[in-house]
C-alpha cells in the first residue's frame, strides 16, 4: 500500500488566553490516502475546525499553538518545514474552503483579483492567463457567463455563486487535498444538496482528497468513505462510514446517530437528545471527555483517559467499554 | 453619479444661502461696530465722524439689506471691500490663502502618514508595549488642546533650543526661500497636524483591529498568499476605508485649529486674517472667510464621498 | 507589519529629519554680518489703513510720510521736517509756513505748498472721513466744508511755490505743536485725482506709499511685514541703516517671543507694552534692553457719575482714595509698574508742587464718610472693562480696601464695546478707568469742561477758565501756574479719584542703538502722533 497522502500523528494544539489554557486539540490522529474523502464530524467546539487549521498551520499565536505531533503530507513534515515553504503549500497543494462565503470573501476585491493573486503565486502565470484560467475554473464550477462576471464583486452574487467561486477560487492550483471546512453551513438547504454535488463531482474529476468537517453526521455519510468523530477536543471513533453507522463503537458516536430524526421507523417517537452541557476544555485532558455525559460511564471513565483502541482495521474507538458498547446499547435501548 | 454630484451640487446652494444668513444675522449682532471699533469716543466730534463713516460702508441700513447688497456683489462676482484696509476682499483672501492651504496641507499630511502609520502598527501588535505607548500618546494627543500644544512647541524649540522661529511665513525682508519657508512650517504644521494624527491613529487601530479579525483574511492566508500581502491588499484595503471617512470629516476642525495655530504662530493666513476682521467686526472680510470655508467643507465633504464609492465597490449612489 | 515597510518608514522619517536639521538651525541669523543693516521693528495688526484713518500705525507712519513739523521725542516742542520754519504775523491768528526747498517725493517729484493744500483739504474733506478732521477745527472754514457748504478750507492759501498761509479762527499759540502735529503730508500728483470717497481703496496704500521720509516703501506682505528700504537724497541725511521692516504682529505674546528670539528688534507700545509677568523673564534675556517703567501718560482713576447725589460731596470721593493703599497695589498686584498719581496731568511741569499726597489712611477715610453722611449699606455699581489678571486682581484689592471702610462696591466687567454704551447713557455709578493725556495738559479739557460728556455733569467754572488762560500763551514757563492751579483743584475735589500712572514697559534689542535711548528719554510715551524719533541717526551694531 502505498503511504498515505495526509498522516496526523498526535497532533497537540491549545490555546492561552487569560492564564488559562484551552486544550483544543488532544492527540489527534488520523490519515488520509489520495482520492479518499473522509469526514470529521462533532459539536462546536469539539476541535475539528482546530484540527484542520493546525494542519494548515493557520493557528496564530497568540493566543495559539501547535505543541506535540507530526502532520505527514506527501512526504513531508509540515510542522516541522518553515513558514516559507508552508506558503508554498497553502492554497496550492491544500486547499480549504470555508463555511460562510459572504464573509469569506474580500467584499471589496473583484472575485477575478481574489482567484488571480493565488494562481500567480503558485503557478507564476501572466495576469492573462491567469484570468483565462480563473475563468475555466469558474465555468468547471457551473458559474453561468464566467467571462462577463469575473469582474464582478461578491454582494453581486447569491450565496451558493458565492460558494461555488470559493471552491473554484480553492481548486484553480489543482490541490491534492481540499478541506471543506462546514461549506454548506450557511447557506440554503436547496443550494446544500448542489454544493455537495459539486465537490463530490470535482473530487472525482481532479482526483483529489477531501477532508469535510461537519457537525451534520447525516449530510456527509453519503459523500465520504470514512468518518472520525471528535469530542472535547479527542478523536473518540474513527470508522469506515458503513461500518459507523453499523456499528458504532462510542456513546458518543450513539448518541448521534440516535439524534438523527428518521423518517422511518419509530416516527412517532420523540428526538432523542444527548443529556448534559459540552465538555469544558480548560480540564486537564486526562479522563474521558464524554463521561460526564455517558450513559454507560465507569468510574474508571472518570479517572482516566481511555486509549485509542483498534477493533477492526481502520476502526478506531476511545472508549472503555467499547467492545461491549453493542450489547450494553441495545440493553438500554429495549428499557 | 453624474446625477448624484448634481443632485449634491444643487442641495449645497441653499446650505450655503443659510450659512450665510445665519452668520451674517449672528455677526451683526455682536456688540460694536467697525466704526467704533476704529474711532474711540474720546476724540471730539466723534459721533459726526462716526456716523459719516458709517454711512459711507452702509452701516446704517436695515440688517436684510445690508445681507441684500453683499448678496447682491456676490452675484456680481465681487466680494465687497474690507472695512478696515479698504481692500477688495478678493485680494484679501488671495493673499492669504496660499499659507493657509500650505498650513492645512502639511499638517494633514503629516497627520495621515504618521497617524495611519501608527495605528496599523499598533494594531498589528497589539498588546504590545508599542501599542500601549501609541494609545498613550493618542489619547494624549487628543485631550491637548492645539492652542497649548502650539505654546508648548514654541517655548521648546524656538524660546529654549532657540532652532526654529517663534513665528511667521519666512523671514521678513528676506527673499523667499523654501527652506526657510519650511523651517517655519514645521512647528505650526506639527502643532496642527498632532492632534489629528491622534484621531486618526485611533480610528486606524480600531478599524485594522476589526478587519484583522475577518474571515476573508484567513482565506487570504489559507490561500498561501504572504504577509505583506494579505497586509495590504486584504487588510488594509479593507480597514483604510471608514478612515477616509474620518479624514474627509476631519477637514472643518482643520479649518477651526489652522484659525488658532495660526494666531499663535503669526501665520499669515486666512485664519489669522479671520481673526483680525472678527476683532475688528470687519463685515465683508468675515463673511468671505465663511463662505470660503464653508464652499470648501461642502466640496470635501463630497469629495470625501466620491471616494467612499470609489474605494468601496458596495457603496453606489443612484 | 513587514520588516520591509518598517524600514521604508524609518530610512523616509531619517533622512527628513537629517535634511530639517542640516538648515542653518539659528533663526536670529538672519542678516549676514557686515552685509547689510536692518532694523526690524514690531507692528500691529488692524493699523495699516494709512495716517488719514488708523490711529496705531504711527511708527510706520512717521518713517515715511511726515508732516510739516513732527513732537520732538523729548516731548519738549517740535521738530521743523517738511516746514523750514514758520510765524505769525497776529499773535497767533495767522500761520505762515515757508517749506523746506528741494525736498523730493520718493518717486522724485519735488514737494510744494500745493501738497501741503491738498493734504489740509483731504483730512477735512467730509467724504475722505479721516478721523483727525477735527484736529483742523480751529481752521477758518472748516464748518462749512464739513457741512457742505464750501468744497475746500478757505483758511488754507499757497501764497508761492514754497509759501503756505493758514488763518484760524481765533488766535492760537499752540497750534503748530498741538494740532496741526497729528497732519502728515500727501501726494497730490498721485492722489488728488481719485474721487474722496474712495480714496481708501486705493493701491497707494498697500503698494507704494510715496513720502519724503528717511525710508521709502518697497513691499508690504499682507499679515506679514512692510519693507522699507533707505532714502539716500533724505534732507536730513543719508540714513544709517539699509533697511526698515515692519513685521506684524496680532498680539503681544508673539512679540515677546520674536524679541527673545532675536527675530525683531524693537516693539511697538500701542495696545500694550511688555505685560508685567514677563518683565522678569525678558530681562534674563542678555541680548536685550528692558526698560520697565516707561511712563505711558495713561492716569488711572475712579470715575464718579455726578448725576447721583451721593457722590456729590467732595469728602466722599476723598475718603475713597483715602482707603486705598495705593502703595501697596502697585507693589504687590501691579509688581512695581506704575507711579501714584494725585492729579490728571502727568508732565511735572503742570504740577502744583503743593499737592496733597493722599496717603492711605484709612481712620481718615472713615471720618470723612461719618462727616459727609455715607450710608454704609448701599451698595455702588461699579463699572470696568480692562480684562487682564492684573487689572481684575487691582479692581478686587480695591473692592476689598473700600468695603473696609464701608463703601461696597459691586463690579461689574463690560466689553468694550458695552462701554460705549454704558458711557452714552451713563447707567453706572463709578468706574475704573484709564484715559490717555495725550502730550499737553491742555487736551484734559476735553473730559473735565463743563459740558463734556466725559465730565459726567461734573463742572468747575474756574477750570474752564484756566484751559483758556493756558492756550493763550506759548511759553511753557507762562502757561505753567494756569495748570498747576488746575491740577490743584482737581487734587483737592477729586472729580476723579486719582490712583496712578501706568507704565508700559518696553524692551528692545541690543543690536540697535538708538530706539532704546530715544524711548527713554520720552517724558511718557506718545499716543496716536507721529513723533521725530530720529530714526535716520539708528544704526546696526
Known amino acids: ?27 489527534v490522529s488520523f490519515s488520509l490516502n489520495a482520492g479518499e474523502s473522509m469526514a470529521i464530524v462533532g459539536e462546536s467546539g469539539s476541535g475539528k475546525s ?52 459572504m464573509t469569506s470573501l474580500n467584499p471589496v476585491l473583484s472575485i477575478g483579483l481574489q482567484m488571480t493573486e493565488s494562481i500567480q503565486l503558485h503557478l507564476g502565470l501572466s495576469l492573462k492567463e491567469a484570468r483565462e484560467k480563473a475563468i475555466k475554473m469558474l465555468s468547471l464550477v457551473g458559474l453561468p457567463k464566467p467571462q462577463e462576471r469575473i469582474d464582478d464583486f461578491p454582494f453581486q452574487f447569491s450565496g451558493g455563486q458565492r460558494q461555488r467561486v470559493m471552491i473554484a477560487m480553492a481548486l484553480s492550483c489543482n490541490p491534492t487535498l481540499l478541506i471543506a471546512d462546514e461549506p454548506t453551513t450557511a447557506l440554503d438547504v436547496t443550494v446544500q444538496a448542489q454544493i455537495i454535488e459539486l465537490i463530490q463531482g470535482l473530487q472525482q474529476k481532479l482526483g483529489m482528497a477531501v477532508i469535510w468537517i461537519s457537525h451534520n453526521l447525516a449530510m456527509v455519510a453519503g459523500v465520504v468513505n470514512k468518518v472520525a468523530v471528535m469530542y472535547g477536543g479527542h478523536l473518540v471513533e474513527q470508522a469506515p462510514v458503513d461500518a459507523l453507522y453499523e456499528q458504532p463503537r462510542h456513546p458518543y458516536t450513539l448518541g448521534l446517530l440516535n439524534a438523527i430524526p428518521k423518517l422511518e421507523g419509530r416516527a412517532q417517537g420523540r428526538l432523542v437528545a444527548i443529556d448534559g ?59 | 453619479m453624474f446625477n448624484y454630484i448634481l443632485r449634491r451640487l444643487l442641495v449645497s446652494i441653499p446650505i450655503l444661502i443659510g450659512i450665510t444668513v445665519i452668520v451674517f444675522f449672528i455677526a451683526s449682532q455682536m456688540p460694536g461696530d467697525a466704526v467704533l471699533a476704529m474711532i474711540s469716543t474720546d476724540t471730539p466730534q466723534a459721533e459726526d465722524l462716526v456716523k459719516l463713516r458709517r454711512g459711507q460702508l452702509g452701516l446704517d441700513l436695515p440688517i436684510y439689506e445690508q445681507y441684500g447688497r453683499w448678496v447682491g456683489q456676490l452675484l456680481h462676482g465681487n ?3 474690507s472695512f478696515q484696509s479698504g481692500e477688495s476682499v478678493i485680494s484679501v483672501i488671495a493673499a492669504r490663502l496660499p499659507a493657509t492651504l500650505e498650513l492645512m496641507g502639511v499638517a494633514l499630511i503629516i497627520a495621515i502618514i504618521l497617524g495611519v502609520f501608527l495605528g496599523v502598527v499598533s494594531a498589528l501588535k497589539q498588546y504590545s508595549w508599542l501599542d500601549y505607548s501609541f494609545t498613550f500618546f493618542g489619547f494624549a494627543g487628543i485631550s491637548i488642546p492645539d492652542f497649548f500644544l502650539g505654546m508648548v512647541l514654541v517655548y521648546v524649540f524656538s524660546i529654549e533650543l532657540g532652532l526654529l522661529p517663534s513665528s511667521g511665513i519666512s523671514t521678513a525682508g528676506n527673499a523667499f526661500s523654501l527652506s526657510d519657508n519650511l523651517r517655519h512650517l514645521i512647528l505650526p504644521a506639527f502643532a496642527l497636524g498632532l492632534a489629528r494624527t491622534a484621531s486618526f491613529m485611533r480610528y486606524t487601530r480600531a478599524s485594522v483591529l476589526e478587519v484583522m479579525n475577518n474571515d476573508y483574511v484567513r482565506t487570504a492566508r489559507a490561500k498561501g498568499l504572504g504577509e505583506r500581502l494579505v497586509t495590504t491588499r486584504h487588510i488594509l484595503r479593507n480597514a483604510l476605508i471608514p478612515v477616509v471617512t474620518v479624514i474627509g470629516i476631519t477637514l472643518p476642525t482643520l479649518f477651526g485649529g489652522a484659525v488658532i495655530i495660526e494666531v499663535i504662530f503669526q501665520w499669515a493666513g486666512i485664519g489669522l486674517m479671520f481673526i483680525n476682521a472678527v476683532t475688528g467686526r470687519d463685515s465683508p472680510v468675515i463673511m468671505g472667510y465663511v463662505l470660503l470655508s464653508a464652499v470648501i467643507v461642502l466640496a470635501s465633504n463630497l469629495i470625501t464621498d466620491i471616494m467612499y464609492s470609489v474605494l468601496d465597490p458596495r457603496i453606489r449612489y443612484d | 507589519m513587514s520588516s520591509r515597510r518598517k524600514s521604508i518608514f524609518a530610512m523616509t522619517g531619517t533622512a527628513i529629519l537629517a535634511t530639517l536639521l542640516s538648515m542653518p538651525i539659528t533663526s536670529s541669523a538672519q542678516t549676514a554680518p557686515g552685509a547689510e543693516s536692518t532694523i526690524r521693528q514690531a507692528f500691529r495688526t488692524g493699523c495699516m489703513a494709512g495716517p488719514l484713518w488708523t490711529t496705531c500705525g504711527r511708527r510706520l507712519d512717521e518713517t515715511v510720510l511726515q508732516g510739516l513739523a513732527h513732537v520732538n521725542w523729548t516731548g519738549n516742542g517740535v521738530k521743523a521736517l517738511l516746514a523750514e520754519s514758520w510765524s505769525s504775523p497776529d499773535k497767533g491768528k495767522t500761520w505762515i509756513f515757508k517749506l523746506r526747498n528741494g525736498v523730493k517725493w520718493h518717486d522724485g517729484k519735488p514737494f510744494t505748498a500745493d501738497d501741503v493744500v491738498f493734504s489740509f483739504n483731504t483730512y477735512v474733506d467730509p467724504a475722505v472721513a479721516s478721523i483727525y478732521a477735527p484736529k483742523l477745527v480751529d481752521v477758518k472754514g472748516y464748518q462749512d466744508f464739513r457741512d ?21 479762527v481765533d488766535v492760537r499759540p499752540l497750534w503748530v505743536e498741538l494740532q496741526q502735529i497729528s497732519i502728515s503730508m500727501l501726494p497730490k500728483h498721485l492722489l488728488g485725482s481719485i474721487k474722496p470717497s474712495e480714496l481708501q481703496q486705493s493701491p497707494y496704500w498697500t503698494q507704494a506709499r510715496v513720502g519724503t521720509g528717511p525710508f521709502k516703501w518697497t513691499k508690504y506682505v499682507p499679515d506679514q511685514f512692510i519693507e522699507l528700504a533707505r532714502n539716500d537724497d533724505y534732507f536730513l541725511g543719508k540714513p544709517k541703516a539699509e533697511r526698515m521692516i515692519y513685521r506684524i504682529f496680532a498680539d503681544i505674546p508673539s512679540i515677546m517671543n520674536a524679541l527673545s528670539t532675536g527675530e525683531i528688534d524693537v516693539m511697538s507700545y500701542e495696545g500694550g507694552g511688555v505685560p508685567v509677568s514677563d518683565i522678569e523673564r525678558m530681562q534674563k534675556v542678555p541680548t536685550l534692553t528692558v526698560l520697565p517703567n516707561l511712563d505711558a501718560g495713561l492716569p488711572t482713576y475712579l470715575q464718579f457719575n455726578f448725576n447721583h447725589t451721593h457722590l456729590k460731596d467732595a469728602r466722599i470721593r476723598q475718603a475713597m482714595v483715602y482707603a486705598i493703599d495705593r502703595d501697596k497695589i502697585i507693589a504687590s498686584v501691579k509688581k512695581g509698574t506704575g507711579k501714584i498719581s494725585n492729579t490728571m496731568f502727568p508732565a511735572a511741569w503742570a504740577q502744583s508742587p503743593s499737592l496733597n499726597p493722599y496717603k492711605y489712611d484709612p481712620a481718615k477715610a472713615k471720618q470723612l464718610l461719618k462727616d459727609a453722611g455715607w450710608d454704609a449699606s448701599r451698595k455702588v455699581d461699579f463699572i470696568y472693562y480692562y480684562a487682564d489678571q492684573v487689572n481684575k486682581d487691582t479692581v478686587t484689592a480695591i473692592q476689598a480696601y473700600l468695603a473696609a471702610v464701608g463703601v461696597n462696591i459691586v463690579p461689574r466687567l463690560l466689553n468694550p464695546a458695552e462701554i460705549q454704551v454704558a458711557y452714552k447713557d451713563g447707567t453706572f455709578e463709578m468706574g475704573y ?22 465730565a459726567f455733569t461734573w463742572c468747575n467754572k474756574r477750570v474752564d477758565e484756566l484751559y483758556n488762560a493756558g492756550l493763550s500763551e506759548s511759553a511753557r514757563e507762562k502757561r505753567a501756574p494756569s495748570y498747576q492751579e488746575i491740577s490743584k483743584i482737581l487734587n483737592e475735589e477729586m472729580f476723579r479719584g486719582w490712583l496712578w500712572y501706568e507704565v508700559r514697559p518696553m524692551a528692545f534689542s541690543k543690536r540697535v542703538v538708538g530706539p532704546a535711548e530715544h524711548y ?22
Open chain 1, 1 to 27: 500500500m502505498t503511504s498515505p497522502l495526509l498522516n496526523v500523528q498526535n497532533l497537540v494544539t491549545r490555546f492561552y488566553s487569560d492564564g488559562a489554557v484551552i486544550h483544543a486539540v488532544n492527540d
Open chain 1, 50 to 101: 482546530v484540527t484542520v487549521m493546525s494542519i494548515m498551520r493557520l493557528i496564530r499565536h497568540p493566543p495559539g499553538r501547535i505543541e506535540g505531533g507530526k502532520v505527514f503530507f506527501e512526504g513531508q513534515d509540515l510542522l516541522a518545514i518553515s513558514e516559507d515553504e508552508m506558503r508554498k503549500i497553502r492554497g496550492n497543494r491544500i486547499a480549504m474552503i470555508f463555511q460562510d462565503p
Open chain 1, 277 to 335: 452541557m459540552p465538555p469544558d476544555l480548560r480540564r486537564e485532558p486526562d479522563t474521558c471527555p464524554f463521561a460526564p455525559r455517558c450513559i454507560y460511564a465507569l468510574d474508571k471513565c472518570r479517572e482516566a483517559l481511555p486509549p485509542l483502541t483498534q477493533s477492526a482495521p481502520g476502526q478506531l474507538s476511545r472508549c472503555w467499554r467499547s467492545d461491549e458498547l453493542d450489547q450494553i446499547a441495545n440493553k438500554v435501548e429495549l428499557s
Open chain 2, 79 to 81: 466680494l465687497g471691500f
Open chain 3, 148 to 168: 457742505g457748504k464750501a468744497t475746500s478750507l478757505a483758511g488754507v492759501t499757497k501764497v508761492d511755490a514754497s509759501t503756505v498761509k493758514i488763518e484760524l
Open chain 3, 433 to 454: 478707568f484709564a484715559n490717555g493725556q495725550g502730550l499737553d495738559p491742555s487736551l484734559g479739557a476735553l473730559t473735565t469742561t463743563c459740558g463734556a460728556q466725559l
Open chain 3, 520 to 541: 527713554s528719554q520720552m517724558p511718557n510715551l506718545i499716543f496716536d502722533l507721529p513723533v521725530y524719533n530720529e530714526v535716520e541717526k539708528w544704526e546696526v551694531k
